[in-house]
């Protein structure tokens, strides 16, 4: 399969409000790749997951996320560019007033979902992927962190994105279940050539499970892909 580049940004500047957080950011990330993002607190990991799904307008450079371009986004274009991405956080995201094919249908129903049983099937697909087909009618609170996290990834996974952004999705889990997390995602990733990028301080985690590291420091992200060499 040829080489899919999902995000792809050039000499870009990341902003909170006036003030530049990042700077001169220049990045590849391909199909099916893993990459860490690290870098002590408040050195703008968010800030960059967030240009790339959106949330913050890029304003300077140029940034290309699973075919869509980042500059001139409006609230009319930001959900279509959302559909094709994958987003998970350390708290997860769940409705808690319902069980857990109802929260799956209910985003699939508010990303234009009609067909009751194409609506069923994927949400067994998606359940079924993250190991956990037989807990559709639990409700949230039922479920232990990691079962949760579990279903977080699910909804994540249900417009089949090329694309999976978490941040610190195992910053709440124990050990073992934070291993059982790094394990799903990798192999999701590698399974369905989903690009994953991933913000984390869990340093035991990157040890177990290697792979690509970006590390923000100083305004700057370093790519161990290019082993730390300036951008
Ligand atoms: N909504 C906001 N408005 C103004 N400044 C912000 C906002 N969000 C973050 N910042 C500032 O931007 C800088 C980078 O924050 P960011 O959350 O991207 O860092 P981080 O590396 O993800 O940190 P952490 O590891 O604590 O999550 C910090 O100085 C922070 O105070």
Do not use: C
């Amino acid at each position: 399969m040829a080489e899919e580049i999902v995000v792809q940004l050039k000499q870009v500047n990341i902003y909170q409000g006036d003030v530049q957080i990042l700077k001169g950011v220049n990045l590849e990330v391909r199909r099916g790749e893993f990459v860490y993002l690290v870098g002590k607190t408040g050195t703008g990991k968010s800030s960059l997951l967030k240009t790339l799904y959106g949330e913050l307008a890029l304003k300077e450079g140029e940034g290309k996320v699973v075919g869509h371009d980042l500059r001139n986004q409006t609230w009319k274009t930001i959900p279509f560019l959302r559909r094709d991405l994958g987003v998970v956080f350390q708290d997860f995201q769940l409705l808690t007033d319902r069980n857990v094919k109802e929260n799956l249908k209910f985003v699939l129903k508010a990303t234009g979902w009609k067909d009751e049983n194409m609506i069923n099937a994927k949400i067994d697909d998606v359940l079924e992927k993250v190991g956990l087909k037989s807990k559709g009618f639990k409700m949230p609170f039922e479920m232990s962190g990691g079962e949760q996290q579990r279903i977080d990834i699910a909804r994540a996974l249900l417009n089949s994105p090329r694309l999976l952004l978490a941040d610190e999705p195992t910053g709440n889990l124990d050990p073992e279940t934070s291993d059982e997390i790094m394990g799903l995602l990798m192999n999701l990733s590698k399974d369905y050539g989903m690009a994953v990028i991933m913000a984390t301080h869990d340093y035991m985690v990157i040890n177990k499970f290697p792979a690509r590291i970006l590390r923000t420091e100083k305004g700057k992200v370093y790519d161990s892909a290019n082993q730390y060499a300036e951008n």
